[in-house]
Every structure is written in C-alpha cells, then in structure tokens.
C-alpha cells in the first residue's frame, strides 16, 4: 500500500511540473506542499508559501514545532470559509463518530455525542459533505479565501491557537493538534519528489524553538535597518509560544523587559500560545525610518481590538519591540 501511496504521489508531481521543456520554478510551483522524499528513506519538507523555501520536517515533535512557527492568525469566521477534511488520526474518540475527541474541541462539536445539533445527521457526515455541524446549513466556503491561503499554516486566535493546514491537493484544512496529528497530516497528504527536482528548492532555515539555552542578554539576530522587521515580530512570537522567555525579552527593550517577562511568567502554556498567534498576525500598518507598526484585531468581551506592536531602530542600529 504505501508504495502505491508513493507511486501516485509522484505521478501527481509529474503532472504538476508539465510541460517537461518549461523553465520551471517548483519552490513557486510547489508552494504549500509536503514533499516526500521518495528516493531515500521517506524525508519530509513543508514548502512555506511565504518564501518558497523548504524545510525539514523530521520527528513528529521537530514537525508540529517547525509547522507551527509558520502559523499566521485567522479569525473564526475566516477560519470557517474552508472546508475541513479528515484523515485516520490515532486518537480517542468518546462518541464513536470517527471524530477525533481533540479534533471536536477544535471545531465545537460535542465529544460526547454523534449528532451535536440534533439535526439528524452525525457530525462526521455533516463533514464531510460540507455542512456545518453546528447548524442546519452548508458550510458558507469561499473559494477566493481558500485559493488566497493555500498551502498555509492558520492559527485560530479567537480560540487557543489551534493549528490548521490548508492542503493544496483538495483546497481543504487540516488539524494539527498534537505532534502525533501534525506528523500523521505530513504523512498522509504528502507529494513524492525526486532527489533531483527536490535539489532545485532552496532549503530555508529557523530558529530552534526547543533551545531553551539563550542568554537574556544575548543580542538577537535583529539585525540592522535593511533587516525585514517582520522577523522581530515573528520570532519574538516565537519565542513565546515556545515558552522561552529569555529568548522572547532579546525582541524586546530593555526599559520593557520586566513587564514582558511579568506578564509571561503569568500565562499558561494556552496564554502564551494564544499571545505568540496574536503578535505573529499582526501586519505592517505604518512605517518610517525609525519606527514601524504593525497591527492586528482581537476579540475582548465580544468587541474588536485593535492592537499594535511598535518596533524601533535603537541607536546601535538594532529594531526592537518597544511594547506589548
């Protein structure tokens, strides 16, 4: 089985890269998929859409942290303008529904109960056929979303930071929980490359967000005034999902530091989560020589919020976050 599974991936990929005589780019081409390498032992690499860059995958704890990094925020109502598509997790399911019990905490559905809104068809149905589980319509896709996100990692921001994968093959999300789940949506939804064409993409590298080893007064890798702001904002949101204080303050001034670091010694690995997705969807709103703002929305209460995160050039030449 699994080297037919290999077979058709590989004549998809062939499909994919035709005509043979074009010029292609298949970091661009590619962008968004799980790549397989099928000519030696099975490597996995996520092709970022943000970069078309490559990046490896590995173990199942090395894929859901490298996955997650590359998350950006989407809200509930965004979220829910893509259909969601089902693999055969390894998890509990309490209602026997052939739904994942933490799969159903994402989605909202009852873990307890096959049909959550008694409407006469159970969940997994509703499912798979596009209705909403919750409610008695269809799901209300939009194809022009789904085509503006493929390939990319959403992040739930109302909720807990719930992770999806938007696959290129069917257009649909997938959920990436735990390790386990992140590891079993690479494996299932992979497409087999050569050595050869997977040779042609560049490899991109991060940062590792298990090294827990930094100094607090490390310089961090801010750079100068050419440098991508973005990357302070994604990496100090990082930093925090990951847990890693030490290495979320060296995004930071100094003056704010303590308060920084009071506030996520005060959160739970949920709050922490939830703040790392909420600075990482932030965008650039407003910008000049010295200063650079980047904005984002949030729910409080039932209300819209818009937050900013402010990141100033220091006299050494260095950007760092200034609030938060």
């Known amino acids: 089985m699994y080297k037919k599974i290999i077979t058709i991936s590989s004549l998809l990929l062939l499909i994919l890269l035709l005509p043979a005589n074009a ?10 998929y799980i790549l397989l390498q099928v000519e030696n032992h099975g490597e996995a690499w996520y092709l970022n859409p943000q970069d078309h860059k490559r990046y490896y995958l590995g173990k199942p704890l090395d894929a859901f942290n490298i996955m997650r990094q590359f998350g950006i925020g989407i809200t509930n109502e965004n979220l829910n303008k893509i259909p969601i598509g089902l693999i055969p997790y390894k998890c509990s399911d309490s209602d026997g529904d052939g739904l994942c019990n933490n799969l159903e905490a994402a989605l909202g559905t009852n873990p307890h109960k096959i ?3 008694d409407d006469g068809y159970d969940d997994k149905e509703e499912i798979v056929n596009n209705y909403n589980p919750l409610g008695k319509n269809k799901m209300n896709i939009d194809k022009n979303f789904v085509q503006n996100n493929i390939g990319k990692i959403l992040l739930q921001t109302e909720k807990n930071g719930e992770a999806w994968y938007l696959n290129p093959k069917d257009q649909k999300r997938y959920y990436l929980g735990r390790p386990l789940d992140a590891f079993m949506v690479m494996r299932f939804l992979s497409l087999g490359i050569s050595n050869n064409d997977l040779d042609k993409i560049t490899i991109g590298t991060i940062n590792n967000p298990n090294n827990t080893n930094d100094s ?3 310089d961090c890798d801010c750079g100068t005034e ?5 990357t302070i904002i994604s990496n100090a949101a990082s930093a925090i999902r990951a847990g890693n204080t030490q290495k979320a303050l060296s995004y930071f ?5 303590p308060a920084v670091k009071y506030t996520l010694d005060f959160l739970d690995n949920n709050g922490r989560l939830l ?3 909420i600075i990482s969807s932030a965008k650039l709103t407003h ?3 010295e200063q650079k703002i980047y904005s984002t929305e949030v729910y409080f209460n ?11 050039k220091q006299p050494n030449g260095k950007w760092l976050l200034t609030n938060l």
């Open 287 to 289: 910008t000049n020589n």
């Open 275 to 277: 703040l790392g997705n």
């Open 226 to 230: 050419n440098t991508n702001t973005y």
């Open 253 to 257: 001034v100094s003056e704010i530091q």
């Open 115 to 117: 049909d959550s809104d």
């Open 216 to 218: 607090q007064n490390q």
């Open 23 to 32: 010029q292609v780019d298949l970091g661009k081409k590619l962008s968004g």
């Open 302 to 312: 039932n209300e819209k919020i818009k937050v900013n995160f402010i990141v100033e």
